[in-house]
């Protein structure tokens, strides 16, 4: 069996860093690590071949190779989806997608033959099971949340690490919070799940003894959204990091709350993170209060920032404008904030 793991393409958006990476001799920001992981969850008797559309050009010779199509999107990359689903069906392949972009938006894909929604663990054994026998689904969701220390190593033999400026690696999925206009608490949960501290060390040491140096981005979308346990890793992470000379600097997202804990801010410099996401969203908190993010109006979020900065982790900002609460000088309101406490990146 011929197996295509297919990226669409990300457009010319903040995220895509298109325009830097020829300055940081890369040809994309991060690798595919979801399709990477689902290529270890296949069936090790299977060919597979990757192909990141950010990469390299998607040609009909790689589709016509190919018995089976595997595509996996985020909503940003959307319209590269469709079209490449439109071109694998016009070469009558089977297509198989799944990711956030087919669970948030699972009616505009009746054209793809199986959908797999939810986490790869739960989804995919009961898929390749039912395909071997020639019955499978149209749909198959996950009705629970795995556990991530079942979780494959990714299989980077796929790529070649030289095309991308940072490596990525992810420790735990879900968060405690429920912002309004996050969709992580529908596809992940409340609940933060996390990998064992010896399966990121795992990982951490494939990728050192593959050469790669330099930057890892921490891909959770809230990496301290179970503090005991990610200090139990930092703990682990600081002496790895130590023993090898530090090789990586790690980037991750974290919540504002990251700031009221010193022993935690402490462990993650000793790690070396030199740099945090955080969503701040507004400086205004009768909108804090409006989309759910109580979290960050339980503080003062520019002494927060000013403290994690203190620690030498840079924090960069996300930002949005436009919520019916919102001032007329929003946006004025916004750019002065930023200015003020430093946010070295501000996406608005």
Not at 7 to 33: C, I, Q
Not at 184 to 204: A, D, F, H, Y
Request: glycine share 6%; with cysteine; charged share 20%.
């Amino acid at each position: 069996m011929n197996v295509l793991l297919l990226y669409p393409k990300y457009p010319d958006t903040f995220w895509s860093f298109k325009h830097v990476m020829s300055f940081a001799g890369s040809k994309a920001a991060y690798p595919p690590l979801g399709l990477l992981t689902v290529a270890s969850m296949l069936p090790s008797e299977w060919n597979k071949k990757l192909i990141d559309m950010n990469i390299n050009e998607l040609k009909d010779e790689d589709i016509l190779e190919a018995d089976i199509v595997f595509i996996s999107a985020m909503i940003a990359q959307n319209n590269s989806a469709i079209e490449t689903i439109e071109r694998c069906k016009s070469l009558n392949r089977t297509v198989v997608a799944g990711g956030p972009l087919f669970m948030s938006h699972q009616q505009k894909f009746d054209q793809v033959d199986h959908l797999i929604l939810g986490e790869g663990e739960l989804t995919l054994p009961a898929f390749l099971k039912d395909f071997k026998a020639g019955t499978a689904k149209h749909v198959y969701r996950a009705e629970e949340f795995p556990d991530m220390s079942k979780t494959p190593l990714p299989m980077w033999s796929l790529i070649n690490f030289k095309d991308y400026a940072t490596m990525s690696v992810q420790y735990s999925r879900g968060c405690p919070f429920d912002c309004e206009f996050c969709d992580i608490v529908v596809m992940n949960g409340r609940v933060p799940r996390s990998k064992t501290p010896s399966q990121m060390i795992n990982e951490l040491e494939f990728l050192y003894k593959a050469g790669w140096r330099g930057r890892v981005f921490i891909v959770d979308d809230n990496f301290i959204g179970n503090k005991s346990k990610v200090i139990e890793l930092l703990d682990v992470l600081s002496g790895w990091q130590k023993k090898h000379k530090y090789p990586f600097t790690f980037t991750t997202q974290t919540s504002i709350d990251l700031a009221d804990n010193p022993e935690l801010m402490q462990k993650m410099r000793d790690s070396f993170f030199q740099q945090v996401f955080i969503g701040i969203e507004t400086p205004h908190y009768d909108s804090l209060n409006e989309c759910g993010k109580k979290q960050n109006t339980r503080t003062n979020l520019e002494d927060s920032i000013k403290t994690i900065n203190n620690y030498g982790i840079l924090v960069m900002g996300g930002f949005i404008v436009g919520f019916d609460s919102d001032p007329k000088e929003i946006f004025e309101s916004q750019i002065n904030f930023i200015q003020r406490t430093g946010v070295v990146i501000a996406m608005v």
